[in-house]
């Protein structure tokens, strides 16, 4: 008898399993570092390609895929189990004799073997005349007014654009929003949903907070629920659940706001806080007269320069105080070329990320000509 150790190899096998499994299933971090996905195994084997191009193709043919494989895994455990309790720990002769003493597994082997039989049908059944018995074709079906391959051909070159929204709701969801359309991406063709933009109210149901983030975001995370209701007679609406720091990202690629009517607080990021408190300590410090003919802020191209730095934090000139040259502020001669949100966001990133509560009373360089200032030396322009 070989073992490993004292371990039988069945026992080592199936913790293994197990934990692919899972990573196979829930498609974790680790899972996709490793290539061990649905979509990697597929891409693998040439059965679905080129999502940028043939958007709504790859994921037709990525979800029906999916199905036959996480089919697949029970079968495959109750082979490979019986191949290692007979080769590998060498306790029987054969794998038909191991079967022969276990029954109760020799009956799971058929009804796995019949689970797989039943997916790769089901799979069959959905590509039958160009998919059109597929879920995510009915649903876009739906929507089509005509042909659902001119559709379909509208929805693939949106997708292709540069600006659309794509956020991960969980590790096997993701919602993409491009001009048009509002489209859930789920593991199987059941999960996946579509709105038209004009059709669509987004509500925000519910918040839960967590102390700790799995991005490890200071501050924890809060994630938000949200209703999407389709006002077109006769089509479900669904539901997701992101992080609260994508609402303004999603937000910003919708044509009608979100909304809010339990008036849930959406918390913030360190960096989005902080340009708040900066904006607020700006506010109560004295204004600047200038000359110059505002132009556009180099940092965002959109808001008006609106803040010039002037030198009144009294450290400039500090020497016979002994403050040394680091801790002091330089005048700076640059004219108004930055936003106070651009200059607030500029002031965050140049700070130790590790410690935002001594960011306000630390210095930063100034963006154009590299000398030192704080927020008192912030003024907004008249
Ligand atoms: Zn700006
Ligand atoms: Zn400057
Ligand atoms: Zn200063």
Redesign the pocket.
């Known amino acids: 008898m070989s073992r490993v150790g004292e371990v039988p190899g069945t026992i080592i096998f199936s913790v293994f399993y197990f934990l692919f499994s899972l990573g196979f299933l829930y498609e974790s971090k680790e899972a996709r570092g490793l290539g061990l996905t649905p979509e990697f195994v597929l891409t693998a084997l040439g059965l679905v390609k080129d999502e940028e191009n043939s958007f709504i193709q790859y994921h037709v043919r990525r979800t029906s895929g999916t199905i036959v494989l996480r089919s697949l895994l029970p079968f495959v455990y109750l082979v490979t189990y019986s191949y290692v309790s007979t080769y590998l720990d060498g306790d029987y002769r054969s794998m038909s004799e191991f079967f022969k003493d276990h029954t109760w597994m020799f009956l799971m082997l058929k009804l796995s073997a019949a689970l797989s039989v039943m997916a790769v049908s089901y799979a069959w059944y959905l590509s039958l005349n160009n998919y059109v018995n597929h879920p995510i074709i009915q649903k876009i079906t739906a929507y089509a007014q005509g042909s659902v391959e001119t559709l379909i051909l509208d929805i693939n070159h949106e997708f292709r654009r540069v600006d659309k929204v794509c956020v991960e709701v969980n590790s096997v969801t993701h919602l993409v929003i491009t001009d048009n359309w509002i489209l859930i991406l789920g593991s199987i063709p059941q999960h996946f949903h579509i709105c038209h933009q004009h059709d669509a109210q987004l509500t925000i149901m519910d918040s839960d907070s967590h102390s700790l983030s799995p991005e490890g975001d200071a501050g924890g995370a809060q994630y938000l629920s949200i209703q999407v209701t389709n006002r077109k007679p006769g089509i479900p609406g669904f539901r997701f659940r992101v992080n609260s720091l994508e609402y303004q990202n999603i937000q910003s690629k919708l044509q009608a706001a979100i909304q809010n009517i339990r008036n849930i607080q959406i918390s913030k990021s360190v960096s989005d806080r902080f340009v708040d408190v900066f904006k607020a300590e700006v506010e109560g410090n004295p204004r600047a007269h200038v000359t110059d003919v505002l132009e556009p802020c180099i940092g965002c191209m959109v808001n008006q320069a609106n803040v010039k730095l002037v030198?009144?934090?009294g450290?400039?000139n500090a020497e016979e105080n002994g403050v040394p040259l680091a801790d002091r502020?330089v005048n700076c001669y640059c004219r108004p070329m930055w936003c106070i949100t651009c200059l607030a966001k500029w002031f965050a990133s140049r700070q130790n990320q590790d410690l935002p509560e001594t960011w306000l009373g630390s210095?930063c360089p100034c963006p154009t000509c590299r000398s030192?200032?704080?927020v008192?030396?912030v003024a907004l322009v008249e």
Do not use: M, P, Q
């Open positions: 030198r009144v934090c450290t400039t502020c210095r030192k200032f704080c008192l030396d």
